[in-house]
């Protein structure tokens, strides 16, 4: 049992592992060239490449090819080239401009971090969206706003993955199937009007509910199916229920949050608990898998085969050791890629196929280590070769980096092109600013400026209640009752507050995301015991929480 070469802890490397890799080692000139077993543990592999993925911080900041000022996911301060998409994507520019020889005195990274600096990048990723310019990673929307991984909706705020026609949604995660009007909620699957809940199914008029499916007009509930009219799992009439509900409602600030602090601790204490969410899923490790079968401790996934170690997946086959992959079959060591096809090593990659070792190159394939290039094919350094001459000079280059050590792993974590304060990797694994300096990983301070406002009110200010809520507020800067920081309120948000009888938040919008972050489980596993037959299990529960786990078997029986 290997040591990670990070964090020193002995990790497992099993058959099927070697396995795969030799099934995703690519072939060239009719030469397989093997990959090596990882050097480092699965975590230490999700850090770096969650790294590399700034989904959320957006910044105003000028494109260096035109001087306009833009939106983009790099701050001003970014060492790199930054093109507004329409010009990105255009022939005003060419990759190949920047291609060089390959210097087999000098290890290869050190060579591509040379030309990673110099090849513009994109400045967001969002194509064909209207009324959506604060939106990152999402196509094909209307009018939403500091949102990410959004595709097909409209008017949503603050949210990040909502797929497949959502519509009307703030401060959201994971909202699929035509999920209209929700507010803090965690998985929901065509569902209307849920406040406050989690893992929601075709539900209706909901409040803080947690696993629940086709239920209306419920509050306080957990684990029910097909129900209406209920509070904390009791069974009312609709008169009882309605009366009820006249003496909680409207919601105050401080009523919302004594109710928020009731449901936490009654999803922790008393709602049942299967040791993985999965639907649909056989032979497979890990959670929140669905449609998947034969996967070894796999995440937040779905219409998975075949896969190890993979996180935010779907629709992948044959693969390992991969985050934020799509449409995509034999990928290894990959982030943030889509339609592609024996892939290694690559970061930001479309449909491209036979791609090793590559940033930020689209519809391409046979390419080695290169950055920027659009619908090219046999390059090496964004120089480009004849077919004879790549097949001739890629195993030479791979044999130097076997040499080097460098062959077999992902971009360094030093590479990556966001500090480590904006990247994805700081929510699962947090690092101080001292601790990530000490380790060669960026870090960035930048933040953008305050907004500009007639005046700041503190948080503690606000009217408790939205009808007390004076419409100027949409001129005012609120200072987050937490960090302090200010934020303003826009009207589409106002106007959503008002619909749905809601408090306006004291809390900055990263710090709402934040607190949604502390009540998703991590993504690693632990053995603990069923609580109700004792079975043995793995979970994503760690075994000092205090969560009634079940086993399959027993949340089935239990629950249905």
């Known amino acids: 049992m290997p040591n990670c070469k990070q964090c020193k802890s002995p990790f497992e490397i099993a058959d099927k592992d070697r396995k795969l890799l030799e099934k995703v080692s690519p072939v060239i000139n009719g030469q397989k060239q093997l990959i090596p077993e990882p050097t480092h543990c699965f975590d230490c592999r999700q850090q770096r490449r969650l790294a590399w993925r700034n989904e959320r911080y957006m910044y105003k900041r000028k494109c260096d090819f035109s001087g306009e000022e833009i939106i983009s996911m790099y701050p001003p301060n970014s060492p790199f080239k930054i093109y507004k998409q329409d010009i990105w994507w255009s022939d005003k520019w060419n990759a190949l401009d920047y291609g060089r020889d390959f210097d087999f005195s000098r290890p290869f990274y050190e060579q591509f971090r040379e030309l990673q600096l110099e090849v513009p990048r994109v400045a967001l990723v969002n194509k064909q969206s209207e009324n959506a310019e604060y939106t990152n990673h999402a196509a094909n929307n209307k009018n939403c706003y500091l949102s990410s991984v959004v595709f097909g909706c409209e008017d949503i705020y603050y949210t990040d993955w909502a797929i497949d026609h959502c519509k009307d949604c703030v401060d959201c995660s994971y909202l699929l199937e035509g999920s209209e009007i929700c507010y803090e909620t965690y998985y929901a699957w065509g569902s209307y009007m849920t406040f406050y809940s989690d893992f929601i199914k075709r539900c209706k008029n909901i409040w803080f509910c947690y696993d629940c499916i086709n239920c209306e007009d419920s509050f306080m509930c957990w684990n029910l199916r097909n129900k209406k009219y209920c509070i904390r799992n009791k069974q009312y009439t609709k ?12 919601f105050s600030y401080s009523g919302l949050q004594k109710h928020r602090k009731e449901y936490l601790k009654s999803k922790e204490e008393i709602a049942i608990h299967p040791a993985i969410y999965s639907i649909q899923t056989t032979g497979s490790t ?29 629709d992948v086959k044959d693969s390992m050791s991969i985050y934020h992959v799509g449409w995509s079959e034999l990928m290894y060591e990959c982030h943030a890629i889509s339609t592609g096809f024996n892939c290694l090593f690559c970061h930001f990659t479309y449909d491209n196929r036979n791609s090793i070792c590559c940033d930020c190159t689209q519809n391409c394939s046979n390419v080695f280590g290169c950055a920027g290039l659009n619908q090219k094919k046999y390059c090496i350094l964004n120089k480009q070769y004849s077919k004879e001459e790549y097949e001739e000079l890629v195993p030479k280059i791979i044999e130097h980096m076997r040499k080097t050590g460098e062959w077999g792993e992902f971009f360094p974590i030093s590479f990556s092109p966001f500090g480590y304060s904006q990247s994805r990797a700081k929510e699962y694994y947090p690092l101080t600013k001292e601790e990530a300096i000490s380790q060669n990983i960026p870090w960035s301070d930048y933040q953008s400026p305050k907004p500009q406002a007639g005046k700041v009110i503190p948080a503690s200010q606000l009217p408790e209640l939205i009808k007390d809520i004076p419409n100027d507020i949409l001129n005012w800067a609120i200072e ?24 306006v938040p004291r809390r900055h919008p990263d710090q709402r995301y934040e607190d949604r972050m502390e009540t998703r489980n991590p993504r690693r596993l632990w053995n603990r015991e069923c609580s109700k037959c004792s079975k043995p299990v793995e979970t994503s529960y760690a075994p000092q929480r205090k969560a009634i786990i079940y086993c399959e078997d027993c949340y089935l029986k239990t629950i249905y």
């Open 239 to 250: 008169e009882e229920y309605e009366a009820e509900m006249a003496k909680i409602f409207p």
């Open 286 to 314: 890990g959670d929140l898998l669905f449609n998947s079968k034969n996967c070894t401790a796999c995440f937040d996934s779905v219409n998975m085969e075949d896969c190890r170690y993979c996180v935010d997946a779907i």
């Open 480 to 503: 987050c009752e937490v960090t302090g920081r200010p934020f303003k309120i826009i009207k589409p948000e106002l106007d959503f507050y008002r619909r749905t009888g809601l408090p």
